[in-house]
Nanobody
Framework: QVKVVESGGGLVQPGGSLRLSCTASGTIFRINAMGWYRQAPGKDRELVGFINSGGDTHYADSMKGRFTISRDNVKNMVYLQMNNLKPVDTAVYYC?????????WGQGTQVTVSS
């Protein structure tokens, strides 16, 4: 079984920064992609971006420039650095880990951007 846990969410003022972390643990042979999604109140879950095993990243168009995804393959961790945060970034942020054809989700971490 695989467990995915996010951390690092919280309350931040507009213009501030946060770094989210996600750790995958359990029976893991090889992780393909690791990514981040978010879901704002009353909206569908949307892709933030992902990073593959080779370190290539892909971001949703609206996330480019302010968000950066990185990973540590040794620790099975993925990070989301968020800069210049805006109130519209308020959402629950979810980590997603792909192992072959299987995908695992974390429980989510709340990010609130407010003054």
């Amino acid at each position: 079984q695989v467990k995915v846990v996010e951390s690092g969410g919280g309350l931040v003022q507009p213009g501030g920064s946060l770094r989210l972390s996600c750790t995958a643990s359990g029976t893991i042979f090889r992780i393909n992609a690791m990514g981040w999604y978010r879901q704002a109140p009353g909206k569908d879950r949307e892709l933030v971006g992902f990073i593959n095993s080779g370190g290539d990243t892909h971001y949703a168009d609206s996330m480019k420039g302010r968000f950066t995804i990185s990973r540590d393959n040794v620790k099975n961790m993925v990070y989301l650095q968020m800069n210049n945060l805006k109130p519209v970034d308020t959402a629950v942020y979810y980590c997603n880990v792909s192992l072959g054809s299987l995908r695992y989700w974390g429980q989510g971490t709340q990010v609130t951007v407010s003054s």
